[in-house]
């Protein structure tokens, strides 16, 4: 027993000597000098990594463009999407049940608030259609901020929420408000064709669509609201937009409805993404 109590105090000791050591003044078996060396070697060490990484950022800094991406990885067609905003891209409503679409209204209406022609007039030009609206820089000196061109919600004639504060649901004949996603720099038509939009029902539903009217004439996005300059350069840039009414679509059924852009510069659908250029829908109307 007393051997074992010799063996566990001397290993208690030599546990304390080697944290601190009176006779050589060691710390968990260092010196001062040679814990003052290692913290200093560390110290250099992570400083000059954190000044590698602040200089590669700083380099990096230096190819960005404030107003234009340096590189620009995208497809060759941007998407499109719909207003207004229904669950997972699905329309539902029942006609005779004002709390069923009461949403969407409030869904347009805020939407096309900054569409207003009073606002429009305020901060946009009105430009000659059917042409670029190209602002370049001059050398080194930045055209900025770039103008952009009025899009006026009366354009949408029944789909404006103007003459018909409703948007025709309360009819059954929904207005579909259909934008082309920005892209810095696009060019979507060529030898004065502006691209449009078209819209149809899936094969299994083409005879419940029924007629289509669009707003702006033939569904057309303008070239004049092209190119997009990006939103720090292009302030007050305001998106174009086609408005789609179903005028006489089948009550009580799943309608589902693709639209796709039209354009001699644009293709619809590639292998990277197939609805490129196209949106797909679902609309039921309820007469109940």
Known sequence: MSGTKEEDRKGSSEWREFFWNPRTHELLGRTASSWGLILLF????????????????????????????????????????????????????????TES?????????????????????????????????IQEDSG??????????????TVLEDCSGITDRFY??????????????????????????????????KREDSDKIGPLAYFPPNGTFNLMYYPYYGKKAQVNYTQPLVAVKFLNASLNTDINVECKINSNTLATGNERDKFAGRVSFKLRINDK
């Open 140 to 153: 080194e000196v930045r055209n900025n901020p770039k103008r952009s061109c009025q899009f006026n919600r």
């Open 168 to 201: 025709g649901y309360n009819r059954g004949q929904p207005c579909i408000l259909i934008k082309l996603n920005r892209v810095i720099g696009m060019l979507p038509g060529k030898d004065s064709q502006s691209p449009y939009v078209t819209c149809g029902a």
């Open 101 to 133: 679409w009461d949403g969407f209204i409030q869904n347009l209406n805020t939407f096309l608030s900054s569409y207003n022609d009073s606002y429009q007039v305020q901060t946009n030009d009105n430009c000659p259609p059917d042409q670029y609206f």
């Open 42 to 97: 560390y110290l250099v060490f992570y400083l000059f990594l954190a000044g590698m990484f602040i200089l590669t950022m700083y380099v990096m800094l230096l190819t960005l463009d404030d107003y234009k991406p340096t590189w620009q990885d995208r497809l060759a067609t941007p998407g499109m999407m719909i207003r207004p905003k229904g669950d997972q891209l699905e329309i539902t409503f029942s006609v005779s049940e």
